[in-house]
C-alpha cells in the first residue's frame, strides 16, 4: 500500500502540488515525510486538520509521519500568508505549547506502532545551541537573496515591509528539511500550497549541502463553497482543546456546514474508503434535508479529537437545545456541559437556600430582571402556557424548589422552543 498515498491525496481532495518524482520515490517502499507546525498556541485548531490528515494518510499508506512542532521557528515567524508581523513568543511559553501540541497530535497518529511509528521533533533541539556566525557560514551561504527574493511568500510582502527576521525564516525551515534529512531520513515534506517556497527551498538546500534528493507535496489551502476561510467561526478559531472550544461548539461547527462543503470535508477529514464516502455523499446528494452527511462528519472528527464520552455529551446537548430531549438527558449533563453549552444565554444566580424553601415561577423567571423583564410578562409567558422548568411544562402555581436542581446546581427555564434562560443555584 506504500505506493498508494499520491493517488489517496488525489479523489480525497488534498493534492494541490507535488515535485516531479515522488510517486516513484514513494513507490520504493516506506519513506520518511514530515510536517511542521507553529507552536504560537497551546492548542492547534481545525485549520490545522488538513495537515494533521496528510500525516494521517500518510501513515496508513505504510510510511513513518514525523510531526515537526517549531520550538525555534515559532520564535522568529513565518511570513507566509500573513500581512504583518506577529509577536514572538518567549521560550518557557514556546515549550508549553510544544508539549500541549504533542498530546493532542497523538490522538490521530500512531507513535506505538510497531512496524512504522510516528515520532514528533522539536527544530530548538537542533538550533539552541547554534550561533548566528555558524548558522549564515554554513547554511546561508548556499541560498542566495535573488533565489529568496523570488518566493511569493517574500514578494507579497516588500511593498509593506518585511524584517530580516521574517525574511531568514525560508533558510530556518529549510535548514529543518536538511537536518531531518540528514539525521532522520526524511525524504518527503509536506503543507499547505502556502508553504511550496520553504519546502523547496528546503529541498534545494539538500541538494546543495548534502547532495541528496529531497520532495516537496503540498495540499490546498481549504476554503469554504462561499469563499470564506475555513476554521473560523463567529467566536473565532474553533480550536482542538475543550478548555478554547466546547466539544459541543466543536460538533456544532461541523454540523453546520453547508450542503455544498460537507461531501469535501468528509473526503478530507475522514479516514472511511473511497466506496463508502461515495455511498453517504449519494444518499447526501439525494436527501440533503436531512443532514445525514453533516451528521456523520460531526460524529467522527469529535469522536477522533475529544472521544466518546465527549461525543455522548455533545449529542445530548443537540438533543436538548434542537429536538426533544426529556429531563433524565438533562439530568445527564455534567456541570463542564451545562456551563459550556448554556454559554451566552441569560443567566441568574439564586441563592440555594432560597430555592430550597421554594420560589414561585413567575418570580424567579423575573429574578433581579436577567431572565424576563419582569413579573408581569412571567406571568403573561405562564398564562400562554409557553413555560418549562427542566423540559417540562409548568403553570402559574408552579413552586421552583430543591428537587428541580439539576447536576446539583442548575435549573433550565424555557419559554418556548428557542428561548432559554440558565438559573445556577450559589
Not at 541560498?143 to 514578494?155: E, F, G, L, P, R
Request: with cysteine; aromatic share 10%; charged share 25%.
Amino acid at each position: 500500500m506504500a505506493n498508494g498515498f499520491i493517488d489517496e491525496l488525489r479523489w480525497r481532495g488534498l493534492l494541490q502540488d507535488s515535485m516531479p518524482g515522488v510517486e516513484e520515490h514513494l513507490a520504493k517502499g516506506p519513506q520518511k515525510g514530515y510536517i511542521g507546525f507553529d507552536p504560537t498556541a497551546d492548542s492547534l485548531h481545525v485549520g490545522n486538520l488538513v495537515q494533521i490528515m496528510l500525516l494521517v494518510h500518510f501513515q496508513r499508506a505504510g510510511h513513518k509521519p514525523v510531526a515537526l512542532v517549531g520550538g525555534a521557528t515559532g520564535m522568529v515567524g513565518d511570513p507566509s500568508g500573513k500581512s504583518s508581523e506577529r509577536n514572538l513568543l518567549d521560550e518557557a511559553t514556546l515549550l508549553h505549547n510544544v508539549a500541549c501540541i504533542k498530546a493532542q497530535l497523538e490522538r490521530f497518529l500512531d507513535f506505538n506502532d510497531p512496524v512504522n511509528p510516528a515520532e514528533l521533533v522539536n527544530n530548538y533541539d537542533w538550533f539552541k545551541d547554534m550561533g548566528f556566525l555558524q548558522f549564515i557560514r554554513d547554511v546561508g551561504k548556499h541560498i542566495t537573496v535573488n533565489y529568496m527574493m523570488a518566493k511569493d511568500s517574500v514578494k507579497k510582502r516588500l511593498e509593506t515591509g518585511i524584517s530580516f527576521t521574517e525574511f531568514s525564516y525560508q533558510l530556518v525551515q529549510g535548514y529543518d528539511y536538511y537536518w531531518l534529512w540528514k539525521n532522520k531520513g526524511c525524504s518527503v515534506q509536506m503543507g499547505g500550497s502556502d508553504q511550496w517556497g520553504n519546502i523547496t527551498t528546503g529541498s534545494e538546500l539538500i541538494r546543495r549541502m548534502g547532495a541528496g534528493d529531497a520532495f516537496a507535496i503540498t495540499s490546498p489551502l481549504l476554503t469554504k463553497a462561499d469563499g470564506s476561510k475555513f476554521g473560523k467561526s463567529e467566536g473565532g478559531n474553533i480550536w482542538l482543546d475543550p478548555k478554547r472550544t466546547s466539544p459541543y461548539k466543536f460538533y456544532q461547527f461541523w454540523l453546520k456546514s453547508r450542503d455544498d462543503d460537507a461531501p469535501r470535508f468528509i473526503r478530507i477529514f475522514s479516514t472511511r474508503g473511497q466506496e463508502e464516502l461515495d455511498a453517504l455523499i449519494a444518499a447526501h446528494n439525494a436527501d440533503p434535508g436531512k443532514r445525514q452527511l453533516q451528521k456523520e462528519l460531526a460524529a467522527d472528527i469529535t469522536r477522533r479529537v475529544h472521544g466518546e464520552e465527549e461525543l455522548k455529551g455533545a449529542l445530548a446537548a443537540t438533543e436538548i437545545l434542537f429536538g426533544n430531549a426529556t429531563t433524565e438527558a438533562l439530568a445527564g449533563l455534567t456541570e463542564q456541559q451545562w456551563l459550556d453549552l448554556f454559554d451566552g444565554v441569560p443567566q441568574a444566580d439564586v441563592p440555594r437556600e432560597q430555592i430550597s424553601a421554594g420560589i414561585p415561577i413567575a418570580e424567579l423567571l423575573a429574578w433581579e430582571n436577567k431572565l424576563l423583564p419582569s413579573k408581569g410578562e412571567a406571568r403573561r409567558a405562564l398564562k400562554e402556557g409557553s413555560i418549562a422548568v427542566n423540559k417540562v411544562k409548568v403553570g402559574e402555581d408552579h413552586v421552583v424548589g430543591a428537587s428541580d436542581l439539576l447536576s446539583g446546581r442548575f435549573i433550565l427555564l424555557q419559554r418556548g422552543k428557542k428561548n432559554y434562560y440558565l438559573v445556577k443555584a450559589v
